[in-house]
């Protein structure tokens, strides 16, 4: 019998695969795929979430992602441009989650594939076929898609115009490699936002926040959507001048940004966006899935498994702030005016983009 089950092998449960098993818990990961895909969200890795790595014995190098150190902000015609905190790095979720993965099994803990979990009960995970794979504490990390028995509702103001979120590859290029640099970039528009940056094969991640309505208006099409923002956005329309439209747009639907829990019982350790969704423009989400994971291994080996709920709550409370501000900017990038006004801000007080960059980290434990 297993001491821990960990659900879903992404960033947050392979960290705590890997953190569980090196301190001689019987692990079993658990992973739905049959192989290492490149998940729509997290290309971004900021300055705290490589140190996070680095702690895992996962090295920069091995990662081999495009470096980072710029951010700018798009509003119109608008543009501001900012020295990040520290050097970030882009990088694929297929690269990164099957690095991660490879140290979850070196370090000893079992990887199952093509498993699909389906609910949790009473201590035991139910798969698809009707098997029961039971173990005292159970670690859920099942990513952005809902999980039977574990509702994450948006914020009120969300829930009449949902978030949906869109992810289109940019195929590497030279001119693609002049545009974007070693930055990330941040598109912002009425209702909704794009996110933009290079990754270690020299392709652009293009992936975008935005709400049902806006992509209605472009009648239901993800490209019709993006060529639309293309014309309607220069600076946005350069970079997709590039694109590949014969590669399809992933999506995601109904993504509760700015959602968190404080509750679970004991035994049932919630990673990740099963933890909380905090909006993507602050580029923290990997950072989010290692804090939590973290966070969940080391009160696990302090007291097993009654300490989740209390895990639960100090993680919640660190959520607090980030997510308030993560929120805030997300909002203000969505209105015309604000977005404006806070590019035009970024540009006269570049340290204040600095102190928001750094406030929205998830801090260590």
């Known amino acids: 019998m297993s001491d821990a089950i960990v659900v ?13 098993a090196r301190g001689g818990a019987r692990t079993l990961l658990l992973e739905r795929a049959r192989e290492t895909g490149d998940a729509l969200c997290g290309g971004f890795l900021s300055w705290q979430t490589l140190q996070r790595l680095d702690a895992l014995g996962i090295e920069r190098a091995t990662l081999g992602g495009q470096a980072v150190r710029r951010v700018r902000l798009f509003a119109g015609q608008r543009y501001s441009q900012t020295a990040l905190p520290g050097e970030a790095m882009g990088v694929s979720r297929r690269r990164l989650d099957g690095i991660l993965q490879a140290a979850a099994v070196a370090a000893g803990a079992g990887l199952e594939r093509g498993v ?45 115009d949902p978030v949906i979120g869109l992810r289109l590859r940019l195929p590497a290029h030279r001119t693609l490699d002049r545009m974007i640099g070693d930055a990330v970039e941040l598109h912002l528009f009425d209702r909704g936002y794009a996110g933009l940056v290079r990754q270690e094969d020299g392709s652009g991640n293009l992936c975008l926040a935005v709400h049902k309505s ?53 035994g049932m350790f919630r990673l990740g966006d099963q933890a909380g969704v905090i909006p993507s423009l602050a580029g ?82």
């Open 8 to 20: 879903g092998a992404g960033p947050a449960g392979s960290a705590a695969a890997i953190g569980l």
């Open 214 to 266: 806006r992509l209605d208006e472009a009648g239901g099409d993800p490209a019709a959507l993006l060529r639309m923002l293309g014309d309607r956005l220069p600076h946005l329309g350069e970079r997709l001048a590039h694109a590949d439209w014969s590669r399809a747009v992933d999506a995601i639907g109904h993504v509760p940004y700015g959602w968190r829990t404080r509750d679970t019982p004991p």
């Open 116 to 160: 699909h979990a389906t609910a949790l009960e009473g201590g035991a995970v139910q798969t698809r076929d009707g098997a029961m794979m039971a173990a005292p504490s159970i670690f859920l990390a099942a990513g952005k898609h809902g999980f039977r028995g574990f509702p994450r509702e948006p914020a009120a103001w969300q829930r009449a």
């Open 284 to 365: 923290e989400g990997m950072g989010l899935a290692l804090a939590s994971a973290e966070g969940a291994v080391a009160a696990w080996r302090h007291g097993g498994r009654d300490t989740a709920p209390a895990f639960q709550k100090q993680l919640a409370a660190k959520m607090t702030r980030p997510f308030a501000l993560a929120n805030l900017v997300w909002r203000m990038g969505e209105n015309r005016n604000a977005a404006a006004a806070m590019t035009g801000m970024a540009s006269l007080f570049p340290a204040l983009v600095r102190m928001m960059s750094q406030a929205t980290r998830i801090e260590p434990r």
